[in-house]
T-cell receptor
Framework: GAVVSQHPSRVICKSGTSVKIECRSLDFQATTMFWYRQFPKKSLMLMATSNEGSKATYEQGVEKDKFLINHASLTLSTLTVTSAHPEDSSFYIC??????????????FGPGTRLTVT | SQQGEEDPQALSIQEGENATMNCSYKTSINNLQWYRQNSGRGLVHLILIRSNEREKHSGRLRVTLDTSKKSSSLLITASRAADTASYFCATRGRGSTLGRLYFGRGTQLTVWP
């Protein structure tokens, strides 16, 4: 099946710094990618939809200036957490839809990035 | 909210037993998907059932969908210790952006050897 990678898998940073997380589709092209956030023992919360060649679409309540998304190519989307604070510590997961048949698409998820802000 | 809700939140069984997890949702859907997540890892797609389907099988997995009750169930037969993981249902609403999914809180399944 299709593979999505994320880098880094873990990152620890100090408050006030910025962190960039990469999401790559390795063997397929993705004009759309999705960024999720997951708190411990909780569900995935969709943060934004990343669109190649255009601006990302953010979910209600997600600060676009805080979480910068750039979909630079058909295989790469990046999420930058700017001026990180301890409350930004979380598990960030990206996904990309596969080329399903008849319009029914499954999602391929990256392995996630554990961000810890100290 | 379109978010699915799984039930139970946690399930603990012995190897060889069957595990049943339920999911309820609130709005009309295009399809419903089940995913598995091992601790601290990404999600793995298990099975997708379309809104016009009622039951689907894949190996030891059996999924049902009742759109009148807005509910789905995932049955894992003859469970193994390796099935220990969190299981999430996710719905894609009718007319929603391609691939946009709403996840429930998940069921934590523990299978004891």
């Amino acid at each position: 099946g299709a593979v999505v990678s994320q880098h880094p898998s873990r990152v620890i940073c100090k408050s006030g710094t910025s962190v960039k997380i990469e999401c790559r589709s390795l063997d397929f092209q993705a004009t759309t990618m999705f960024w999720y956030r997951q708190f411990p023992k909780k569900s995935l919360m969709l943060m934004a939809t990343s669109n190649e060649g255009s601006k990302a679409t953010y979910e209600q309540g997600v600060e676009k200036d805080k979480f910068l998304i750039n979909h630079a190519s058909l295989t790469l989307s990046t999420l930058t957490v700017t001026s990180a604070h301890p409350e930004d510590s979380s598990f960030y997961i990206c996904s990309a839809p596969g080329s399903g048949t008849s319009g029914y698409y499954e999602q391929y998820f990256g392995p996630g990035t554990r961000l810890t802000v100290t | 909210s379109q978010q699915g809700e799984e039930d139970p939140q946690a399930l603990s069984i012995q190897e060889g037993e069957n595990a049943t997890m339920n999911c309820s949702y609130k709005t009309s859907i295009n399809n419903l998907q089940w995913y598995r997540q091992n601790s601290g890892r990404g999600l793995v797609h298990l099975i997708l059932i379309r809104s016009n389907e009622r039951e689907k099988h894949s190996g030891r997995l059996r999924v049902t969908l009742d759109t009148s009750k807005k509910s789905s169930s995932l049955l894992i037969t003859a469970s193994r210790a390796a099935d220990t993981a969190s299981y999430f249902c996710a719905t894609r609403g009718r007319g929603s952006t391609l691939g946009r999914l709403y996840f429930g809180r998940g069921t934590q399944l523990t299978v004891w050897p």
